[in-house]
Structure formats: C-alpha cells, structure tokens
C-alpha cells in the first residue's frame, strides 16, 4: 500500500487531477494488452515534464514503492502491469511533438507522443517514421521505444532501435541524464541509448527521444501472392532476398487469417488457398516497377497459385486494412489466445511453420500463423479458453514446444514484443545465465532499491 | 612483469604466439596517431579459450590488457597506457561462414575489413561499412569503435551490422550475447553496449555480421562549387529530393588546395567546395537518381562537374579524396584530427567557424568528410613546435564547443581512446559520465582491461 502522505506528496508534484485513486481508475490500469496478467496499482500519475518524474521517482525510491511506467498500454506480454503495485506512471500527458526538423531528417518528441499522431504531423513534411507497430493508433514512442518494436517495414527499414539519435531519461534514482544527440552518429562514450532501448522501462523512465525519420518514399506497390503450401511461402520470403529485392513489408497470413479477412472485410481472396503473402515495394519509381516485377516472378517460380498487383492506392489500402484486421481478429475469435513473437533466421521459416504444423498436429489444436515474415518474425497462434482448462494447457505445452523449436533452428523467443511478464519463464531458460547475471547486475547499478518496473524480463 | 608469469603465458598460447624482445615490443606501443607506453609482452591469442585464460591470470596479477587490432585506430584506443599485455587479434582471422540463405557471416575479430568486403562480394553480397581504413583495419577493431565511413549516410555504420557477439569479460568468463535472426528483445541489448566500447567492457572474440544484397551498379560524381553555401544547400536538397546517395563526401577550400598542389587533378579557378557523390541501386534507379541530382546541381549553382559510371574511371574521381589525408602533410609534419559531427544543416556554419579560426591562429586547418550525416574530419596541421601545439590546442576546444552548440558530438566514428578523454565531459554530463564509470567498474572491477581510455582520470577513480 502507497502511504497516504505519499500521495499527497504526488499530488503536489503533478497536481490533484493528475494522480488517480479510484477503484475504477485502477481497474482501468490493471491491465495491458495482454489478459491473463491483471494486478491493480496503487495509484496512477500523469507528470507533465521530466522535472516531475524526476520528483515522483525520487520519493518512490525513498519511500521504496515500485514504479510502472505505461505509455499506451498495448503491449502483449505484460509489460506495463504493475505486478507488485505501487505506482503507474502513465505518459499520456506528456505527449508534444517539440520539433520536426525537415532539413536533418529528425524530430523531438515527448515520451507520450502516440505513433499515429507523429505519423500524421511528420506526413504534412513528406516524411514518416518507418517501426510500424500495427497497434499505432495506440502506442506511445515511450513504449515504442521500451520494447524496441518493429513491424511489418521493418524489413527494410530496420527496428526502432535504428532510430533513436538520442533520448532523455529519468533514472531510478531522480537524476535526469541525456544520451546521444542530434546527429546520426556518436560514438562518444558508452552506448547507453541501446540499453535503455527495450529495457521494458527497468532501467529509468524515457520523457524524450530524438528519432530518425525518413522521407515518404516517392512510390508504392503492393503485392499478393497465395499458395496452397504455407511452407511454400515462407520458402519464397528469403528466395525474394536472397534474389537482391529487399521489398519494404513482407507479411504472411494462413487460412484462417484469409478467412476472417473474408468474412470482415471481402476482397475476393480464395478462402481454400492456405497462405497470402503480402508485399509491398517503395522506393524510385523506377526500381518500384523492377521490384514488383522480379517479386511476381520469385513468388511464381516457388509455387504461387495466383499472384496480383494492386492496381491503385485505394487497393492496396484494402489489402492493408484487412492484414491489421486479420492480426486483431485472432485475438477477437477466443477467449484467450496464446500468441508468440518468435523469431528465425530466414531461410528457416518453412522449418519453423513445418515444425509448428506438426506440433499443433500432435496436440489437436487449430493453428494461426501469421507476422512479419520478411525478418523471419512470426506470430504462431493458438485459440484457446483459460477456464478450459485441459484445452488451455495442451495449448501451453503445444506453444512451448513451438518456442523450442524456434531457439532450435537458431532463432530467439521475441523479436519484438518483449519478455515482460509473459515470456519470463522461457527466457531464463534460453539465456545463457551468465548473461542474465550481468543484465541484473546492470539493473542493480541503476536501480539499486529495485522500484523500476519490479517483476519484469526474469522472475 | 615477472618471469613465471610470462612462462604461464606462454604456456597457455604457445612460445611461438609471444613477443619479448624490446624492438618488437615497442612496434606496438602506438597506433595511427598516439604514442603510448611500451608493453611488458604481445600475445597473440587464437581462441576465446586463450583469451579468457590470460584475462583470469591478468586479474591474479593486476596488469593492463590492450586489445588490439591493426592498430589503425587514432585515438590511441590500441596503445597501452601502463605496460602489461597487448592482445593482438591478427592471428585470429577466420571468416567461419558466409550463410547466403539468412544473408549473414560470422568471423573472428581478427578478419580484415577488405578481406571480408571482397569475400562476401563472391556470393552476391554486401557488407557496407566502408571506414577509408578498409584495406588494413580489422572486424574486431572496427566493432570496438564502431566505425563508419562515406556509405553511413545510406547504410549505417558499424552497429548497424553486428547482429552478435562472442565475448570474454575481463574477469575470464565467456558468453554470447544477441541473436542470428534480423530482430530479437530478449533482455538488454548487451551486444550494442559492447559495439563502440573500445576494448574496455570486454574482448570480443567473434561476430555474427548482417549482410545485404550487392548493388547491382553505381554512379559517381564529382561536383566543384564556388562556396561551401552552394555545396550544402546541395547536399539538402538531393536529400529533400528524397535521393539517399551511398555517398557524399565534402572537401573545403583548404583541403583542395592542398590535393591540387600534390596531385593537381584540375580544379577550376576559384573553387571553394568540392562534392564527391556515389548512387547505386539497380541500373534503371541509378540513372534516374543521376539525373536529378545533375537537376539539383545545375539549379543550386554548381560551377563543374563530372559523371561517371564506369568503375576504373570512377577511381579517378576518388584519387583526390583517397589521397588527402596523405598529401596533409605537405603542409605541416603534425596532424591534430577531429571527428565531430554537427547536424547535416549546420555544415556551413562550422566551416565558416573553422576558416575563420585558421586565419586567426594563423595554422593551415583543413576538413573534409562525410556531408550526408554531417561527420567531419578535421585536420589542424602544426610545427613541431610549443606554440604550435598551444594553438592547435585552443583550435580543439573552439571547434568542440562549436560543434556542441550546433548540438553535434566531438566524435562520430573514431573514439575517445587517450587522445579526446580530456575532452569528453564537455559532451557528457557528469551523471551520464557517472553511469558509465559504474558500468566499467561492474564489468571490471580491477580495471585490467584497457585502462586509462574513454574517461578524464578523475571520473574513475573519484
Ligand atoms: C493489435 C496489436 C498489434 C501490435 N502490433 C505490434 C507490432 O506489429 N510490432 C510490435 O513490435 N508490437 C506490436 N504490438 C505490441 C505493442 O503495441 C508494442 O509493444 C508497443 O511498443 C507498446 O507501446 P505502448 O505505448 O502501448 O507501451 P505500454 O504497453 O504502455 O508499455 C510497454 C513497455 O514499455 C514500458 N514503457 C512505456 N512507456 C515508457 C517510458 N516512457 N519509459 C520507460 N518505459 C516505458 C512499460 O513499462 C512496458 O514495459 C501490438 C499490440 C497490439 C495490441
Ligand atoms: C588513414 C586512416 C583512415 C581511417 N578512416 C576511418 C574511417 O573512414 N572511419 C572510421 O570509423 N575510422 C577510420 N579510421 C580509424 C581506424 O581505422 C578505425 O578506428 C578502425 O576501426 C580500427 O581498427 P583496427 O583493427 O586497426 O583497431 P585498433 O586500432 O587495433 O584498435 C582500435 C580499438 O579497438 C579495440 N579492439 C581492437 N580489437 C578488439 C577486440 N578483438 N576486442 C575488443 N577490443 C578490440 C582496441 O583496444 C582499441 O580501443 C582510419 C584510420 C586511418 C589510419
């Protein structure tokens, strides 16, 4: 329990209307996009300005109460739930774009800023922020950046890790430090940006970033190819890169997905065909129109029963729409669903659709496969009940030996979504705990009383 | 450094893999630029086994390791500070596998840069960073100070590349860190930590490297202006033009003299910038990209240029940027290089800051770099003279506290090393400085592995 004068303390900091109290309001903050892991905060504060968390932290640390920082809440492995109570620093009012500097290429944003807003200021300047987390109309750059998410342009573009020229955080402690700058490259110092980068907020509180941005690249084209073989597609996913076409979005969805994409949203795909690859190339006009041209052929030579080109924006758009929606429909269709981050090497990804076919084969369970399939990153899925609890549990057992099998062939658990509390278990069990041992000693330098973020990454 | 100690050296590398005589130990007390003390033994390990063993014996016996390269670092990051072991990794050069599948390769540190450029280069594949070391420099070496080059401004540096790394801690252990697959949050990412920590975190012992597909062609232009203004606003407005070159690499005024007169490559009258600009992509891409950018430089002012996109004739075009550095030293024997970075929009105003600095102390200062991300080498050619050194001295501090005005760094890709530790908490604050000596202490509490580098001495031991 926070101590009544603790939150009073608060309340002076950030302002009466800014720490929440109520029941409801704790409820409200329970969760994550995760919904199996719930725990209730002790209270909720929205500070305004680095100033004040530097303040809330350094009360928190006296008084040891544990702090969770929150942007959107959207992440999906439980990252944001405060699993030992306490506080739950929410971002959502710090939330200024402070500068878009068109001639560098770089803005300035507070840690609340939401994607799409930034997207949406960055577009009227011709450019964009390439990490595309398909959650963008909710996730904070804060988030963003405490998770290292990626998304589908990820492919070409790279992670968000690849776009933060500097940060301001907060540490545990209440010291304000900032790393990096404004240039594109720096190498004064330690790399204490990239640690900070998909720490899960334990190791201090992000209220600034400076980001990389790209122009709008002048041209686009979406590709779709369909298979009757899911391993068949994924084999063309690195034949199209090993072939020198690095498209910008490579993206796969399976039979299930095509079919609630149909029942959502019709776009006259073939509900037998068991997979869809969904491409798209930006780039010069002219290398658009070369790239397309070689992905059709790649896509066919491997075995595509149908590939088409989308003849316009609005087109393509549909096809778009309908990936986010067919993502949002797996976890619509079930009361709970397991869904894994795991991540390949490329040339692996028919082995690891093969090897999860057969895994789901073996236990009776229906699988959903889709993800970013360019960076080898899939989202294997099962529908399943927690209150079922024999069809909940072969589920589990299913999924981890997915996750094995994926560690297997060289790949890792989570390219982008985090341990938090969800992958915990599996992570100490692939991590080499030497390795382990040196992130806790690093978490107990800066973190020394343990209040950031408690309960996350390992047990 | 006492006899049995050396014996149990030599017993864990082999006599043949150890140097005691003092000519050769003296070979590797400086680098490309500073001169350090002279080691007590070079060893030269061929696995991470050996290496970790000397590590556990250096902290029974307290003495400094010095991982080392090809010793073409500048900043001294290469050259012991206090005698005790120089760790040479020249021995250790495998490139272990190129996976053409998963565009990867994973070699020893002690591969040369080239060498694995030219290799990958047979299987259709690129690996970018490019720093103009290339033909010397090694993996290891380039990973430790996270080099970049002309192509970072497209590709990236170094970081950008290093999806893994085997390392040993200086207390002995050894652990992989990071992934083989292009994207991976599994804990903190001690793998970049490890990029750019000039051999005081760790020694790295092998890295799995990201490759990407060759371009299929390239084009190379070279491009005189009469003011640094045309050039920059240049340089804007391809970029506007949403054209990323693979290069762009920008000489002053000071720096063209100088080439014209070691190697007149016919510079027209009254040039006072130069642009060196290199597109590539697939054919059809490069001649459009060409043909804008010749828009944008006919538009912006340009008084000359030159388009090639023949290979053999496009090193003709290179010859004068290739041959500077060495042709500097016409002016005056001693070189004092920075590497600072201002934002790509601020270029203009710091070489106006430099020019007008030159002809205040009256000391030729010359620079020239990389003007897509805005990395500038800047060259302060002195006598070997006091009065000299104390200009070049006051010049350094002007120019970093310029540069840091302009929100920049003092250094973009070459390191702090000995040379620019005095120099650093100009950039850092001493709560970020503060963070990074615990990081040090909690990776090497004996301090044994490189000391003396990246800090002012009184952060360490205060
Ligand atoms: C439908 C859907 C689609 C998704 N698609 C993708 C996708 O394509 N790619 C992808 O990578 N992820 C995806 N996600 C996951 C999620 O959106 C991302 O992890 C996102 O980065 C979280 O941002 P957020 O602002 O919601 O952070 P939160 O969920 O609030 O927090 C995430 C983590 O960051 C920490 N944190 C938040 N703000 C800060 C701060 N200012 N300082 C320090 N730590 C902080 C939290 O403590 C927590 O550990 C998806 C989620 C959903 C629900
Ligand atoms: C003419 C010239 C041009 C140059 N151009 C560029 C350029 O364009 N871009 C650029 O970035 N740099 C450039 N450099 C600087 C230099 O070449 C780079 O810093 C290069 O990365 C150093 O590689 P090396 O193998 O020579 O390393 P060394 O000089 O031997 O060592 C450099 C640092 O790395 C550490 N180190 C070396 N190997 C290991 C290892 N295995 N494990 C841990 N630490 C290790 C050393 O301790 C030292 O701190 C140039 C240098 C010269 C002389």
């Not at chain 1, 306490?86 to 800023?113: Q, S, W």
């Not at chain 1, 609005?314 to 797996?330: Q, S």
Request: net charge neutral.
């Amino acid at each position: 329990m926070v101590k009544k004068e603790v939150i009073e303390e608060l309340k002076r900091i950030v302002g009466d209307n800014d720490v929440l109290t109520s029941k409801e309001a704790l409820r409200a903050y329970s969760y994550d996009g995760t919904t199996n892991w719930i725990k209730e905060p002790d209270v909720v504060v929205f500070p305004k300005d680095s100033q004040q968390i530097s303040e809330i932290l350094k009360i928190a640390n006296k008084e040891k109460i544990p702090v969770t920082p929150r942007g959107g809440g959207t992440n999906v492995s439980g990252g944001s739930v405060p699993w030992f109570g306490g506080i739950v620093l929410c971002t959502t009012k710090m939330n200024r774009i402070l500068k878009i500097d068109k001639e560098n290429l770089t803005c300035t944003v507070e840690a609340g800023v939401v994607l799409q807003d930034l997207n949406n200021a960055l577009a009227k300047e011709g450019l964009f922020f390439p990490p595309d987390p398909q959650s963008f109309l909710g996730a904070t750059i804060g988030g963003i950046v405490a998770e290292n998410a990626g998304g589908p342009a990820c492919v070409k573009y790279g992670v968000t890790k690849q776009y933060v020229l500097g940060l301001e955080v907060v540490l545990p402690t209440g010291e304000i430090v900032n790393l990096g700058g404004r240039t594109l490259k720096n190498v004064a110092g330690y790399d204490l940006i990239h640690l900070f980068i998909s720490s899960e907020g334990t190791l201090g509180v992000i209220s600034k970033a400076e980001l990389k941005v790209n122009p709008i690249p002048p041209s686009k084209k979406t590709i779709i190819a369909l298979y009757d073989d899911v391993a068949m597609a994924g084999e063309t996913v690195y034949r199209v890169l090993e072939n020198g076409v690095i498209p910008g979005k490579i993206e796969l969805l399976d039979n299930w997905v095509i079919n609630r994409i149909e029942e959502m949203m019709p776009l006259g795909l073939p509900k037998d065909a068991e997979a869809m690859l969904l491409f798209e190339c930006d780039g010069i006009e002219e290398a658009v129109q070369k790239e397309t041209e070689k992905v059709v052929e790649i896509s066919k030579k491997y075995g595509a029963k149908d590939v088409r080109v989308a003849k316009d924006a609005d087109e393509a758009n549909r096809y778009w729409t309908a990936r986010r929606a067919g993502f949002a429909a797996v976890f619509g269709k079930a009361k709970t669903v397991l869904s894994e981050d795991v991540t390949v090497p490329r040339g692996k990804i028919p082995d690891l659709i093969r090897r999860s076919q057969e895994i789901a084969k073996k236990y009776g369970l229906e699988l959903v496969i889709l993800g970013h399939a360019g960076d080898g990153n899939l989202h294997p899925s099962f529908l399943t009940d927690v209150e079922n609890k024999e069809h909940y549990e072969k589920a589990t057992k299913a999924m981890e030996e997915i996750i094995y099998a994926a560690v297997d062939l060289g790949g890792v658990l989570s390219g982008e979504h985090g341990i938090g509390l969800e992958k915990q278990k599996f992570f100490s069990r692939v991590t080499d705990p030497k390795v382990v041992n040196l992130m806790k000693n690093i978490k107990a330098l800066l973190d020394p009383n343990g209040i950031m973020n408690p309960g996350k990454i390992w047990e | 450094m006492e006899k049995h100690v050396i014996e149990k050296i030599e017993k864990i590398v082999g006599k043949e893999n150890v140097l005691k005589s003092y000519e050769e130990r003296k070979c590797y007390s400086f680098d490309a630029r500073a001169q350090g003390a002279i080691p007590d033994l070079v060893v030269f390990p061929l696995s991470s086994f050996h290496v970790s063993e000397v590590l556990r014996i250096a902290n029974e016996y307290k003495f400094p390791v010095v991982p080392r390269g090809q010793g073409s670092g500048v900043t001294g990051g290469a050259v012991p500070t206090s005698g005790g072991v120089v760790m040479v990794f020249t021995k250790m050069n495998r490139i272990k596998e190129i996976d053409k599948e998963n565009l990867i390769a994973i070699v020893e540190p002690g591969v040369i840069t080239y060498d694995l450029q030219e290799e990958v280069k047979k299987y259709g594949l690129f690996y970018p960073p490019d720093p103009a070391s290339h033909r010397y420099s090694t993996i290891g070496g380039n990973v430790a100070e996270c080099a970049g080059g002309p192509n970072s401004l497209k590709y990236g540096v170094t970081r950008d590349y290093v999806l893994g790394l085997e390392v040993v801690l200086p207390t002995g252990e050894i652990m992989r860190t990071g992934v083989r697959t292009m994207k991976g949050v599994v804990g903190y990412d001690l793998t970049r930590l490890f990029v750019g920590s000039e051999g005081t975190l760790c020694v790295i012992t092998e890295i799995t490297l990201k490759l990407i597909p060759l371009p299929e062609s390239k084009a190379t232009i070279l491009a005189f202006f009469r003011e640094v203004e045309d050039a920059a606003v240049c340089v804007s407005k391809i970029i506007a033009e949403r054209i990323v070159p693979a290069v762009m690499e920008f000489m002053d005024k000071a720096s063209i003299i100088c080439i014209e007169r070691a190697n007149p490559i016919g510079v027209p009258e009254n040039t006072g910038a130069l642009l060196l600009i290199e597109v590539d992509g697939d054919r059809a891409s490069v001649r459009s990209q060409v043909e804008k950018i010749v828009s944008v430089l006919k538009e912006k002012g340009v008084s000359e240029f030159r388009v090639t996109y023949d290979p053999i004739e496009a090193e003709n075009l290179w010859l004068a940027r290739r041959t500077l550095s060495q042709a500097t030293y016409n002016l005056n024997p001693i070189k004092i290089a920075e590497d600072v970075v201002v934002p790509r929009s601020k270029i203009p105003v710091l070489i106006r800051k430099l020019e007008e600095l030159s002809g205040r102390l009256g000391i030729p200062i010359l620079s020239f770099g990389h003007a897509g991300d805005g990395n500038f080498h800047v060259s302060i050619m002195i006598k070997d003279e006091p009065q000299d050194f104390k200009k070049a001295e006051e010049a350094v501090r002007e120019i970093f506290r310029e540069t840091l005005r302009l929100k920049g760094t003092i250094s973009g890709e070459h390191g702090i090393g000995i040379l620019k530790a005095d120099y650093i908490d100009m950039e850092l604050s001493q709560e970020a400085l503060s963070v990074m000596a615990k990081i040090k202490k909690l990776f090497d509490p004996n301090n044994i592995l490189n000391p003396g580098k990246i800090f002012p001495k009184h952060i360490l031991s205060g």
